[in-house]
């Protein structure tokens, strides 16, 4: 065990539908990353926060977006979704301190299906 | 960030020590080389990093050549639940944006 939840585990949607998904980081941890790991295009960094303030951008479609609340949960949120936005989406926590903030933690992961 | 080369897959036999290269020759000297598995769908977990002397934990050893430019991840007694995919990634200490970039990996088959 991690120590970092994700849910749902598992998000069966239409296209063009928009859902939500939910990572809670180890405890103490003030960096949330995300990441999609889809069949063709192996595991892929989206987006990091920091303390409630994004830090990096991968490739992340502009139909997503995230956000880190004050108690440090973060939101990923995809919207007008596509057959090809099928995929895992893993979320990590680290502290963010010098090497130690590529020891990330990652959660089980949610498993996103769009028909 | 450097780039990173491993065999897409390797075998090993259960109980005998699994060791998984990684060629980094394009390495400067301030970026430390990580080691992450993934159990099939799993998310990914952390397993060792180092700089320039060999690393141990509970999990595994790291072994870094004097030049930098390779390293070994050593599992002294596979199990068939080492099954998984292997990255190394080269990374620098730290910067504006911790992202970690997962290439192909080695895909470890342990074996009863």
């Known amino acids: 065990d991690s120590g970092v939840t994700q849910t749902p585990k598992h998000l069966i949607t239409a296209t063009g539908q928009r859902v939500t998904l939910r990572c809670s980081p180890r405890?103490?941890?003030?960096?949330v990353y995300w990441y999609q790991q889809s069949l063709d295009q192996g595991l892929q960094f989206l987006i990091q926060y920091y303390n409630g303030e994004e830090r990096a951008k991968g490739n992340i479609l502009e139909r997503f977006s995230a956000q880190q609340f004050p108690d440090l949960h973060s939101e990923l949120n995809l919207s007008s979704l596509e057959l090809g936005d099928s995929a895992l989406y893993f979320c990590a926590s680290s502290v963010d301190t010098g090497p130690s903030s590529y020891e990330q933690y990652f959660g089980p992961g949610t498993r996103l299906t769009v028909t | 960030d450097a780039k990173t080369t491993q065999p897409p897959s390797m075998d090993c036999a259960e109980g005998r020590a699994a060791n998984l290269p990684c060629n980094h020759s394009t390495i400067s000297g301030n970026e430390y080389v990580y080691w992450y598995r993934q159990i099939h769908s799993q998310g990914p977990q952390y397993i060792i990093h180092g700089l320039k002397n060999n690393e141990t934990n509970e999990m595994a050893s790291l072994i870094i050549t004097e030049d930098r430019k390779s390293s070994t991840l050593i599992l002294p007694h596979a199990t068939l639940r080492d099954t998984a995919v292997y990255y190394c990634?080269?990374?620098?200490?730290?910067?504006?944006?911790?992202?970690?970039?997962f290439g192909g990996g080695t895909r470890l088959m342990v074996k009863p």
């Open positions: 990634i080269v990374r620098v200490g730290y910067n504006a944006g911790n992202m970690l970039t």
């Open positions: 405890s103490g941890d003030l960096s």
